[in-house]
């Protein structure tokens, strides 16, 4: 092999390297910033959510949409999720639930359209016209027996199931369990993880 062809070799091993970086920088960075930023961080707390570290994976799953049909398998990838998991009945903290995400979604202004809300209904659901008025941005989904790895990934170690534990669950845009909020959160303090999130972010 000449010497010509030896640099051209290089050249090219460079060039491919360099948009490989181009690529994947961003994507890292926006990992790093939104999971290890000291603002989102335990130790210098300021988020009202509830870290998952490491964040877990949900798996893509397609599942029956409470108006009829199937959902898309990759429905919880390319947008924020706020995802609620209650009985069909949405009784208890789940109206309170439904209603503080929506404010909070209506509140990023232009950003609402990063976020989408998803109720995942475990029991018989759901009277679909009044909740379609109330409510005409949610994704509501029945919890058929296929929905067993999102559920058992949001439950954890914990003995609480997510429907009883009516926590609202933030899935980030690859897909990722990676933090959940409390019954008694404030709608403010979920407000402003979400704003600091999407600024922070350049995926989804």
């Not at 005409?136 to 170690?157: K, M, N, V």
Request: aromatic letters at 6%; charged letters at 20%; one cysteine or more.
């Amino acid at each position: 092999m000449s010497a010509r062809s030896v640099i051209d070799d290089r050249r090219q091993r460079r060039l491919l390297v360099g948009l490989a970086l181009l690529f994947f920088a961003p994507v890292g960075l926006s990992f790093y910033l939104y999971y290890a930023h000291s603002a989102l961080q335990p130790g210098g707390r300021v988020n009202a959510g509830d870290l998952v570290v490491p964040p877990r994976p949900l798996p893509p799953l397609s599942l029956p949409l409470a108006q009829g049909g199937e959902s898309d398998p990759g429905l919880l990838r390319h947008k924020w999720t706020l995802l609620i998991v209650a009985a069909g009945s949405c009784t208890r903290r789940c109206p309170a639930a439904l209603y503080d995400t929506r404010q909070v979604r209506l509140a990023l202004d232009r950003d609402m359209v990063r976020v989408q809300r998803v109720f995942l209904a475990t029991g018989e659901c759901c009277d679909t016209r009044s909740l379609g008025q109330e409510h005409p941005d949610l994704i509501t989904l029945r919890a058929s027996a296929a929905a067993a790895p999102w559920l058992a990934q949001l439950q954890g170690s914990s003995d609480v199931s997510p429907a009883e534990a009516q926590r609202i669950y933030v899935i980030d845009p690859l897909g990722n369990f990676m933090m959940s909020y409390a019954p008694n959160a404030k709608a403010k303090g979920m407000l402003e993880d979400m704003k600091r999130l999407l600024k922070l972010s350049h995926i989804g």
